[in-house]
């Protein structure tokens, strides 16, 4: 009997941190060359900008990948799709000259389907609870709890018979609508039979995309040693199992949970490249050891004489949400959570962005630090510890300084081309990390990236 190649040649990129790392652009370097680009997790919560001819578009649900004309894009099992901005997506790649755009996207009839009452729910939850997650509203989080219990309507569904999608529409929206009428929101009580025209049109519009057989797409790609790249969403500390849960976000978003999504088993990974900043940076709610001071109440920044050291890094590196334009908590590196974050992602390699800004940073900072070990209960640890909820104490990071005035140049591409001070910074994260930093941006386009032999 032939096997099937012993590893597969699938290369999967994961946020390390909380997300908003650039994982698009190391993903979009690796979809050049690819056959096939999958999304596996989250939904129009993720977003990242990418240019064509020139010209910029923020996907939210579309692999980046679609750019490359030889690519085959999947929409996987794992992901929550709001059909109008899919929609969108569609209809603004072909506008701008992406070729092919209905024939090489392939969306999997499992994917559930986020309806405005989705959103409506995010919404008033947030709305109960005394510390809200801070979620970006995009009806992620009772997308999947209507998955979970059992009421959810997946593209399958919205492609029944229009009186058949009524018929579940009504079933999934009977507790919501109770939930909605209990606090005077009678305004967006949902209407079953309004709703089930309206997204079966939908579904109708995405019916040519979508793929009947996707575990037979990654099977065949898998056997026939097509190169896969998987574009992960959101980040270690944002899933719902191990990161800062309530505060994460409402799926697996480390790598088993994307590979899942992804219709991919652990035996078609090729390799785990772990993105992060040389600074790092959290929207939304939850703890966040290494954060600075910054001008920012209620989501806004507010106005200010004298910046904080947040707000330095902030305007520097542009730390605004690209879904909601939050603007982003942000503090100095920490590479304790990378540590631990090292084996349950499988990290073969880190990707670091942000390598010039931090320069820039430095600079006006006089110096930048690094988190290497945290103070917690009284003792030095390394690594992010499990039970902050029991304790009640985040941890304190204890910094390393680097002199942090360095310059990289966007032409350089090589790893001679930057400064050694630069090289320092990046030795100590590979010490404290033990994760080998192969990649490095240096800059905003897709070709400022380093690779390194490591
Ligand atoms: P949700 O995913 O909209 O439910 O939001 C839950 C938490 O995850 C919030 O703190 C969000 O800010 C955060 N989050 C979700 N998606 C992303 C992302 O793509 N980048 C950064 N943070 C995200
Ligand atoms: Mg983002």
Not at 19 to 33: A, L, P, Q, Y
Not at 280 to 295: C, M, Q, Y
Not at 323 to 343: C, M, Q, S, W
């Amino acid at each position: 009997m032939k096997q099937a190649k012993a590893k597969g040649n699938a290369i999967i990129v994961i946020g390390g941190k909380w997300g908003d790392e650039g994982k698009g652009k190391i993903t979009s370097r690796f979809s050049k060359n690819a056959d096939i680009v999958i999304r596996g997790t989250g939904g129009a919560n993720a977003g990242h900008t990418i240019v064509y001819n020139g010209k910029k578009i923020a996907l939210h649900l579309i692999p980046g990948g679609i750019m490359y004309p030889q690519t085959t894009c999947l929409i996987g099992q794992g992901v929550v799709i709001d059909p109008k901005i899919l929609i969108e997506e569609i209809k603004a790649l072909e506008e701008m000259g992406v070729p092919e755009v209905k024939k090489r996207l392939k969306i999997t009839g499992r994917a559930h389907i986020v309806f405005p009452y989705h959103k409506d729910l995010d919404g008033l939850y947030e709305s109960f609870k005394m510390d809200p997650v801070g979620t970006t509203k995009r009806g992620i989080g009772p997308t999947y709890m209507d998955q979970d219990t059992r009421s959810g309507i997946r593209l399958y569904e919205l492609l029944q018979p229009v009186e058949e999608l009524e018929q579940l529409i009504k079933v999934a929206i009977t507790p919501h609508n109770q939930l909605f009428r209990a606090n005077n929101m009678e305004g967006v009580m949902a209407d079953a039979h309004k709703l089930a025209k309206e997204y079966h049109q939908y579904g109708e519009l995405l019916r040519p995309m979508l793929e009947r057989d996707p575990d037979g797409l990654t099977s065949r790609a898998y056997k026939e040693g097509k190169r896969v790249v998987v574009e992960g969403a959101q980040a270690f500390r944002l899933d719902k199992f191990v990161g800062d849960y309530p505060d994460v976000t409402s799926s697996n978003c480390i790598t088993t949970g994307t590979l899942l999504g992804a219709h991919l088993s652990h035996k078609m990974v090729d390799k785990v490249i772990v993105v992060v900043k040389a600074h790092d940076s959290r929207v939304g709610n939850g703890p966040f050891p290494t954060e600075l001071p910054a001008h920012i109440a209620n989501d806004q920044v507010i106005s200010y004489d004298e910046p904080y050291e947040g707000d330095i890094i902030r305007e520097n590196a542009h730390e605004y949400g690209a879904t909601t334009n939050r603007p982003r908590r942000v503090g100095f590196f920490d590479a304790v959570i990378l540590a631990t974050a090292k084996d349950i992602l499988g990290a073969d390699y880190l990707c670091i962005n942000h390598m010039d800004t931090i320069g820039e940073i430095g600079k006006k900072l006089g110096s930048v630090k690094m988190c290497t070990s945290y103070t917690y209960q009284g003792k030095l640890i390394h690594h992010y510890p499990d039970d902050i909820r029991l304790t009640g104490e985040i941890p304190t990071p204890n910094y390393e300084e680097f002199y942090g005035g360095w310059t990289i140049p966007s032409t350089a591409r090589s790893y001679d081309d930057i400064p050694e001070t630069a090289k320092e910074y990046i030795k100590r994260i590979e010490e404290v990390t033990g994760i080998p930093v192969k990649y490095i941006g240096i800059g905003p386009d897709n070709e400022d990236i380093i690779e390194r032999d490591v």
